[in-house]
């Protein structure tokens, strides 16, 4: 059996979850709603404010949906509760990120700035060199958060560019001087 499919959801107050025919599932709660299909196979039962998953055999396919399920919506219930959120640091003389209403202006060493729209749903805060994204689903913090990444990838000799702030750039030497 799954270790993380098997665990019970524990639903807080103030969050409803609804679950319609061909598992639709429905999270509401303080923070927003976010809606997901999961695959039909997967049993989904919701009573004394838990949720569990179960699986209907033991296929290879079955267990591998099993923990993924249980996993997403938990992090769905996270979502509308707590939120989330990914901070991304600038390193590089010069470099350096604005807020323009919407707008994520980032100057990065290039000839030109770069303009990123905030998607639907997510919110990015800029203090001194850095760049915090929020929002209550998990997917797309994670993707904008490597988007703006991907702009200007960290590089191993100085360290330049945009990192995670958990994130360790592993550095390389220099050039070797002559002998």
């Known amino acids: 059996m799954s270790r993380i499919g098997r665990m019970p959801i524990a639903i807080p107050g103030g969050v409803t979850v609804d679950i319609a025919e061909n598992n ?9 709603t976010l809606t997901r299909s999961f695959p039909t196979e ?3 039962a919701v009573e004394n ?4 998953v179960k ?5 290879k396919k079955m267990k591998s949906l099993h923990g993924l399920t249980r996993s997403l ?12 959120e990914k901070k991304l640091e600038i390193n590089g003389v010069g470099y350096r ?11 990065l060493g290039y000839s030109h700035d770069i303009n990123m729209e905030d998607p639907e749903g997510l919110e990015s ?7 915090t994204v929020k929002g209550i ?3 797309k913090v994670g993707q904008y958060a490597a988007e703006i990444r991907s702009k200007r990838s960290p590089e191993p000799y100085k360290g330049k560019g945009i990192k995670y702030d958990t994130e360790v750039i592993r550095r390389k030497a220099g050039k070797a001087g002559k002998k």
């Open 24 to 32: 639709l599932v429905t999270v509401k709660g303080p923070k927003g």
């Open 42 to 44: 997967m049993e989904l």
């Open 49 to 52: 404010n838990e949720l569990t």
């Open 55 to 59: 699986r209907p055999n033991d296929l």
């Open 73 to 84: 919506i938990h992090n769905m219930v996270t979502g509308v509760t707590d939120g989330f």
């Open 97 to 107: 990120a604005e807020k323009k209403g919407k707008t994520l202006v980032l100057h």
């Open 125 to 131: 805060v800029v203090e001194d060199n850095k760049i």
């Open 137 to 139: 689903d998990k997917e």
